[in-house]
Nanobody
Framework: QVQLVESGGGLVQPGGSLRLSCAASGFTLDSNAIAWFRQTPGKEREGVSCISGSEGSIYYPDSVKGRFTISRDNVKNTVYLQMNSLKPEDTAVYSC????????????????WGQGTQVTVSS
């Protein structure tokens, strides 16, 4: 049974950092692409990073490039999202997703989703 469990969200001041974790079970990280998406009420999900399964290729949109870093630990079967220089507009529910043959930023191409974790950037 495939399961994704996120953790690490919380409240942080502008300019601060958070590290999110996505613990995967039921598959190995080298067999699926893993992505982080975020969503705020009334808006579509936005892909903020993706790491491919076999090659480890990484994608970031311009909105987070240079501030967010995705990484994975194949032993722990966990993917991380290090978020630095956080801005109020980064406030959202962050979810990890897994899939095969995905388009990195297209949520509809992912098969499995975690429950999400809230990130709030506010002073």
């Amino acid at each position: 049974q495939v399961q994704l469990v996120e953790s690490g969200g919380g409240l942080v001041q502008p300019g601060g950092s958070l590290r999110l974790s996505c613990a995967a079970s039921g598959f190995t990280l080298d067999s699926n692409a893993i992505a982080w998406f975020r969503q705020t009420p009334g808006k579509e999900r936005e892909g903020v990073s993706c790491i491919s399964g076999s090659e480890g290729s990484i994608y970031y949109p311009d909105s987070v490039k240079g501030r967010f870093t995705i990484s994975r630990d194949n032993v722990k079967n966990t993917v991380y999202l290090q978020m630095n220089s956080l801005k109020p507009e980064d406030t959202a529910v962050y979810s990890c997703a897994a899939g095969v043959g995905v388009a990195p930023s297209r949520a509809s191409t992912y098969s499995y989703w975690g429950q999400g974790t809230q990130v709030t950037v506010s002073s």
